[in-house]
């Protein structure tokens, strides 16, 4: 080879080592870019979400307190609750002698079982 084909595949060489490094650079610049959207959309989004949780904690806080206002010391309300107890230990004292009726009939059953096999 002449030195001018020497010469000319030195350049060829430089130029292509350096459009491999601006490719990378450029990938680099843009990955950089690209992390630093990411990072600012989910910095907005973390605010946002911040601030609707403020917003329903005072919400939630405020509905505390009107239930507390108008329905907890209201005597209706704790004349419906009274009565809703009784109901319940009512109604709990009848699933009580029912389950009583079925365990007699059940050790009737058993002892005339043990009457049968003897």
């Known amino acids: 080879m002449t030195p001018e084909a020497w010469i000319a595949l030195?350049?060829?060489?430089?130029?292509?080592?350096?459009?491999?490094i601006t490719v990378t650079y450029s990938i680099a610049k843009i990955e950089k870019r690209t992390d630093e959207k990411i990072t600012?959309?989910?910095?907005?989004y973390e605010r946002?979400?911040?601030q609707s949780?403020?917003?329903?904690?005072?919400?939630l806080t405020e509905m505390g307190f009107f239930i507390?206002?108008?329905?907890v010391q209201n005597e209706i309300f704790n004349k419906m609750i009274d009565m809703a107890s009784?109901?319940?230990?009512?109604?709990?004292?009848?699933l009580t002698e029912s389950m009583n009726r079925v365990n007699d009939r059940l050790d009737a059953i058993q002892v005339e079982i043990r009457h049968s096999q003897s």
């Open 68 to 71: 507390r206002d108008n329905f």
């Open 48 to 50: 946002k979400l911040s």
């Open 86 to 94: 009784a109901n319940n230990e009512n109604q709990f004292r009848a």
């Open 10 to 20: 030195a350049g060829f060489i430089v130029t292509l080592l350096g459009a491999i």
């Open 53 to 59: 949780d403020a917003g329903l904690r005072a919400l």
């Open 40 to 44: 600012n959309v989910t910095l907005a």
